[in-house]
């Protein structure tokens, strides 16, 4: 068995990129940030050229964050639970291909700017205003386990942009808001305090960034590393901004929030 395996990096800066090999000692339990991290202490490429330590992101080291997205072999994922000798078992080949995501503006190497996604959250209102220490009025009603359950699985949404990567109508000429967002409207309405904005969140989702320009692809909910419902999220708010454009064209009240 070969010892040892080869890193097949795309890096550079935005118009400056080029492939650089480098070439590690497998290890069982390595993972991509381990053997970046070895890149890191010394930047030794495979020609025998000492070269600048390859930048990239990363937080946790448990898939929480969201950080080190990166493309691992073309696929968007998280590189801090991406096993090296996992890969070379699936593959038979001892080179691992990482690449920066394409969606989002390339800083330097693996490292991209993830703003626009966190812009989409402040445009769906993306948090509770009522804190719980003001009086609305009305007391909310208790949460089913069945609803804590969905929202919990909504609220591990990482911002880790890899739905947004593997989306085909995220790209440059479009100004779709992208899975997440479309999610997180789902995950904020289903609080009984956060749907006293409801209609503020599907007003966003009805907006030329919205819902209309998802073409339910589905690559979405195949790559997120925290297997949540997106498709199913995106069918749910697209059947509530129906029903608020009917309200909207009939200038009809808001519906009423169920108790």
């Not at 330590?53 to 590189?79: D, F, I, K, Y």
């Not at 989409?120 to 009522?130: A, E, N, Q, R, Y």
């Not at 997440?180 to 209609?199: C, D, H, V, W």
Request: charged share 20%.
């Amino acid at each position: 068995m070969d010892n040892t395996f080869t890193l097949r990096i795309y890096r550079g800066v935005p118009g400056l990129q080029y492939w650089e090999e480098f070439e590690l000692q497998r290890n069982p339990h390595a993972n991509i940030i381990s053997a970046l991290m070895e890149v890191q202490k010394n930047p030794l490429n495979k020609q025998g050229q000492m070269t600048t330590p390859v930048a990239w992101e990363h937080g946790c080291l448990e898939e929480v964050c969201g950080s080190c997205s990166m493309l691992v072999n073309g696929t968007p994922r998280q590189a801090c639970t991406a096993l090296i000798e996992a890969y070379i078992q699936q593959t038979g080949s001892t080179t691992i291909v990482l690449a920066p995501l394409t969606k989002f503006p390339l800083i330097r190497d693996l490292v991209v700017d993830r703003t626009s996604m966190f812009e989409s959250l402040k445009k769906i209102h993306g948090w509770i205003s009522v804190d719980g220490t003001q009086d609305t009025g009305q007391f909310a009603p208790p949460i089913s386990p069945e609803v804590q359950e969905a929202m919990y699985t909504l609220s591990t949404c990482m911002t880790c942009g890899c739905c947004a990567e593997a989306c085909p109508q995220v790209h440059a000429k479009s100004k779709f808001m992208g899975p997440a967002a479309m999610s997180q409207i789902r995950y904020f309405n289903s609080n009984p305090t956060g749907k006293l904005e409801k209609s503020e969140r599907i007003k966003a989702a009805l907006s030329d960034e919205g819902i209309a320009n998802c073409g339910n692809a589905q690559n979405c909910a195949r790559v997120c590393p925290k297997n949540i419902p997106l498709t199913e999220s995106i069918a749910l708010i697209g059947r509530e901004a129906s029903k608020q454009a009917i309200r909207d064209l009939l200038s009809l009240p808001d519906a009423p929030e169920t108790k």
